[in-house]
């Protein structure tokens, strides 16, 4: 028996509620779809073709017919996206591609593209169907039930005669197609010998997509399953691969920083004298802010540095939940726990940067086979290590501990701001030529965003000569009004139930000696209007959100009168309180607007004429070229819109995706879990919004992959944990073009490896 008696039943309670909630095809209807595959891209079938009907046929992304959109993005009733993803890189992973922009045929590699005739590029298409060919003939003389050595053999062959297709994930999938009775449905081998260590196996040694194979239909085998129903089912059960590190802590040290960590929930490293590190981010420029900070405060030779960067920019980037964690004092472990959260900083602390887990396990053990001894952050790699890892956690719920812990003023001297660029630069000249402004758009187009930056921006300059990010905290008060600061400037949101009273002066009740009387009460406005006049050399700036949703005659009343530049400084008489009342001149407003709710031509002719307006449309380009897991977000946003404005009608363009959902903190999401929160809590809801109850045209904008049009709902169930790679393939099948933008090709020739360590690093958990 392969599988403990405790493992056989935890695998068929998961099979059953998967058949129960027809999350996995009965066996029927799962031979019927090998069955189609085989008939359109058989090896008879392609035997048959040649030319340009060959390449069309297997490698045209846009043609919804081809091979390479049936592997990746295919998902219907006819065929669905069951039999394991190949999601990820650009569409150089199919060794050819067709370029969008130019109808021109590419390979190469992502660093170095070439152009290819259409001649070059079918004899590119025939090697790749008679390597496929090839393969079909190795594994139909592969022995059933074959054993580790027939599937080492086969991945030798493989990798002799059809090295073009047997590489690739796109080849084994193709091949597992064919072949269900002999190859699993995985088609990334760190996937394969992920599943088989949280089945408590440890897989054959050597490299290849091949190798182990034997063993999952072994295991099928066992259960009397088909392989796409195992792996459906660890799929689901045990999620996507994740890391396993070892985090040393100094030897004899475990009794100091051990519990800090223990009691806290977290695990921790040193080198204090760096600060926060919350902006650091997956790519070269941190690493070298990270190396520079501790040449300054941690001095030493070239090669410690770069051993302690490493360590430092791993356990920021490379580990992530749901990760495994194994604080360890020599080849000691304390304790195995996983990942919940992100990096946080606790000032004080001489182990201050740490990572959230839950414990699994508080049990003292020793790894079997001794690996990264020396070293402060290391990627657990060894089989035997990982197997015995999951051994010890199989089954146990996380471990109840306490929780973890979180984490001179200047003066006015003069009012000369200088000028900003872009659009904070024509929001800055409009409130110098009008003195208020409102900035309209779709929903996430960084309408709120940009009206506190810009005038914390103006408001810092003003006073400090300096950007409000540039500040001291006191300094920054000074602007916010926080700390008994006088707030140079404010916020306030307009709603249906907001009124004159509120903004400018009503009576409020008050409790006096248990009786209940209604005084005079300033309102917002008045009162920054009152402090500006104090202090008539430095400028005060209302932000007035949503300022559509108010009714803005009633609000405004007289107001609208002095507020124009020129009548600035006039009086006019309150009507409660009979008092004159000036509008100061250093008094600037910014409102916002989303014009999916309201369009710009309903509001108040008066008040239009008195405010000036800028636009806000989504903006891609702000993305940066930012692509998370092979989701280039520039094209996809702007694959997302282009669906909207053909599908939605009338009023569609102010009903688009604003690009500030893929923003976090003002810079592009670096984090999968993080765009998927953004697509799952902000994005689907507001289309749901959009499309209301119409899930024909929800599915034409988002994809039947993300919308189930017959039950009427949206597949939320690809937003769990283990479902990742079918929500990526659902996100980038808005578009299967996605794959071929510049922006996917360049990030997948500037990628860094998940983890950049070498095993004679001096162990230096609590550098200080």
């Known amino acids: 028996m392969i599988l403990t008696d405790k493992l056989i039943q935890d695998l068929t309670h998961w099979r059953e509620r998967l058949l129960t909630e027809s999350n996995i095809p009965p066996v029927a209807r799962l031979k019927e779809y090998y069955a189609t595959f085989r008939l359109r891209f058989g090896p008879e079938v392609l035997a048959n073709l040649d030319g340009e009907a060959l390449l069309i046929a297997m490698h045209n992304h846009g043609d919804h017919d081809s091979l390479v959109y049936w592997l990746e993005f295919k998902n219907d009733d006819e065929f669905p996206a069951i039999f394991g993803s190949i999601a990820g890189g650009s569409a150089l992973k199919f060794g050819i591609y067709k370029r969008r922009e130019t109808g021109l045929w590419m390979t190469g590699s992502p660093q170095r593209q070439q152009e290819l005739t259409t001649a070059e590029a079918i004899e590119v298409a025939r090697r790749h169907r008679d390597q496929l060919l090839k393969g079909v003939e190795l594994l139909e003389q592969m022995p059933a039930a074959g054993s580790d050595a027939d599937y080492r053999q086969l991945q030798e062959q493989l990798d002799e005669q059809a090295p073009l297709v047997s590489q690739k994930a796109w080849g084994h999938k193709y091949f597992s197609l064919l072949f269900p009775d002999k190859l699993d449905d995985y088609h990334n081998a760190d996937y394969q010998r992920y ?9 054959p040694a050597g490299e290849g997509r091949y190798l182990v194979a034997g063993r999952f239909m072994a295991i099928a085998d066992e259960l009397k399953w088909p392989i796409n129903h195992l792996t459906s089912v660890l799929n689901e059960r045990d999620g996507n691969p994740h890391g396993y590190w070892r985090i040393g802590i100094t030897p004899g040290d475990a009794g100091g920083h051990w519990p800090v960590m223990r009691d806290t929930n977290c695990v921790a490293i040193g ?7 919350s902006d650091i981010k997956s790519n070269q420029e ?18 410690m540095i770069g051993r302690r960067t490493r360590v430092i920019f791993n356990f920021m980037t490379a580990i992530s939940e749901p990760g495994l964690v194994l604080p360890t004092e020599g080849n000691r472990v304390l304790g195995i726990g996983r990942v919940i959260g992100d990096y946080y900083f606790v000032a004080g602390s001489d182990v201050p940067h740490r990572l959230p887990v839950e414990w699994l396990s508080l049990e003292e053990w020793m790894p079997p086979s001794p690996e990264g001894l020396d070293t402060t952050v290391f990627l657990v790699k060894r089989p035997e290590n990982l197997v015995e890892i999951e051994r010890k956690i199989w089954g146990a719920p996380p471990i109840p501990v306490t929780p973890s812990v979180s984490a001179p003023v200047g003066v006015a001297t003069k009012f000369r701001p200088p000028r900003l660029e872009g659009i904070p630069g024509r929001v800055q000249a409009i409130l110098e030529r009008k003195r208020q402004v409102i900035l309209y758009g779709p929903p996430g187009t960084g309408k709120t965003y940009l009206a506190g930056q810009v005038a914390r921006d103006l408001a810092a300059l003003a006073h400090f000569d300096r950007l409000f990010s540039q500040l001291e905290p006191a300094e920054q008060a000074v602007i916010t009004g926080e700390n008994g600061g006088d707030g140079r400037v404010r916020l306030v949101a307009f709603h249906p139930a907001y009124g004159y009273e509120d903004f400018m002066e009503g009576y409020r009740p008050q409790a006096l000696q248990g009786q209940l ?26 932000i007035i959100d949503e300022i559509n949703r108010g009714d803005i005659p009633r609000i405004f009343g007289e107001l609208l ?3 124009e530049k020129d009548k600035r400084g006039q009086a006019i008489i309150l009507p409660l309180t009979g008092q004159p009342f000036r509008v100061p001149d250093n008094v600037y407003l910014i409102g916002t607007m989303n014009t999916a709710d309201r369009s710009i031509a309903l509001l108040d ?11 806000l449309m989504p903006d891609a380009r702000l993305l940066q070229n930012t692509v998370v897991d092979s989701i280039p977000l520039g094209p996809w946003l702007e694959a997302m819109n282009a669906a909207i404005r053909i599908h939605l009608g009338r009023d569609a363009r102010n009903r688009q995706i604003g690009h500030a959902y893929l923003l976090d903190q003002g810079l592009p999401l670096t984090s999968f879990n993080k765009l998927a929160r953004a697509m799952q809590d902000d994005i ?39 479902r990742k790679d079918e929500l990526i393939q659902a996100l980038k099948a808005i578009d299967p073009n996605l794959d071929t933008s510049p922006e996917a090709i360049a990030a997948e020739a500037q990628s860094v490896p998940d983890a950049d360590q070498d095993g004679d690093e001096p162990n230096e958990a609590t550098a200080s």
């Not at 941190?286 to 001095?299: C, D, F, G, S, V």
């Open 195 to 203: 599943h088989l260590i949280k089945l408590l196996q440890t897989p």
């Open 271 to 277: 080198w204090p004298e760096l600060g926060d590190l």
């Open 286 to 303: 941190p690493k070298e802010k990270i190396r520079e900070a501790l040449t300054t405060h941690y001095p030493g030779g070239p090669q």
């Open 517 to 542: 009387l209604f005084e005079p009460r300033d309102g917002t406005f008045k009162q920054l209007c009152l402090t500006a006049a104090a202090n008539p050399e430095a400028p005060y700036y209302l």
């Open 561 to 563: 009168t002095v507020l």
């Open 605 to 615: 002719a008066a008040l239009r004429r008195r405010f000036g307006f800028i636009e």
């Open 684 to 722: 689907l809801p507001l289309l749901e919004e959009y499309c209301y109850e119409d899930y024909v045209t929800l599915a034409r904008i988002l994809g039947t992959a993300l919308v189930d049009v017959q039950q009427q709902r949206l597949r939320h169930e690809l937003f769990e944990p283990n």
